[in-house]
């Protein structure tokens, strides 16, 4: 069964750093690229990024270039999404999701597993 | 890269039929097979419903059904149900430098 496990809630204050975690199970990992969504309080989806785990080769949506960072490790099935700096815009529900490899580097067809979501919540 | 453009809201009565419009531009739903489609309940995760405009993954229901014509995709829900009440959004691949993008999202009502 594939699942998409992320890793549980936060609490931080503006100006801390945080790393959120997407663990994958069930398939082959570095085979499909996994893709970050954020969806902000009472708000629509957003696309954030995406990382092709065989190389960590990564995309991102011109909005969020620079505010985050994502990455993968191979080893253990693991992507993640940090942050060097919280803001109290980034307060939001973040979704880890998998996107089958059409052509490789090429067009996302669709996300077809996704994790539970992570609650980040930046307040002073 | 704007969202793409969807209504706010769309209702009809159990055993009715709808239809959820989606448009963008000839970068992104108009030019590509890309389209998608995510039902998302209150307080759960996104479920893909329909990829590739009108495929529909093992397991979802035959009355979701997926067309395109131009600039602009559709969502046909027939013989509505009280489980489909949620909000329905669809995305693409864009040739932008976005990459990817989402609708603006769609209410479902189930009057």
């Known amino acids: 069964e594939v699942q998409l496990v992320q890793s549980g809630a936060e609490v931080k204050k503006p100006g801390e750093s945080l790393k959120i975690s997407c663990k994958g199970s069930g398939y082959s990992f570095p085979s499909y690229s996994i893709g970050w969504v954020r969806q902000m309080p009472g708000k629509g989806l957003e696309w954030m990024g995406i990382i092709y785990p065989r190389d960590s080769d990564t995309r991102y949506s011109p909005s969020l270039r620079g505010q985050v960072t994502i990455s993968a490790d191979k080893s253990t099935s693991t992507a993640y999404l940090q942050w060097s700096s919280l803001k109290a815009s980034d307060t939001a529900i973040y979704f880890c999701a998998r996107a089958p490899i059409i052509i490789f580097r090429g067009p996302i067809s669709s996300f077809d597993f996704w994790g539970q979501g992570t609650q980040v919540t930046v307040s002073s | 890269q704007s969202a793409l453009t969807q209504p706010a809201s769309v209702s009809g009565s159990p055993g009715q039929s709808i239809t959820v419009s989606c448009t963008g531009t000839?970068?992104?739903?108009?030019?590509?097979?890309?389209v998608s489609w995510y039902q998302q309940h209150p307080g759960k995760a996104p479920k893909l419903i329909l990829y590739?405009?009108?495929h529909r993954p093992s397991g979802v229901s035959s009355r979701f059904s997926g067309s395109k014509s131009a600039n602009t995709a559709s969502l046909t829900i027939s013989g509505l149900q009280a489980e489909d009440e949620a909000d329905y959004y669809c995305?693409?691949?864009?040739?932008?430098?976005?990459?990817?993008?989402f609708g603006t999202g769609t209410t479902v009502t189930v009057l």
């Open positions: 995305s693409s691949y864009t040739s932008s430098s976005a990459f990817y993008v």
């Open positions: 590739d405009v009108g």
């Open positions: 000839g970068s992104d739903v108009g030019g590509y097979i890309y």
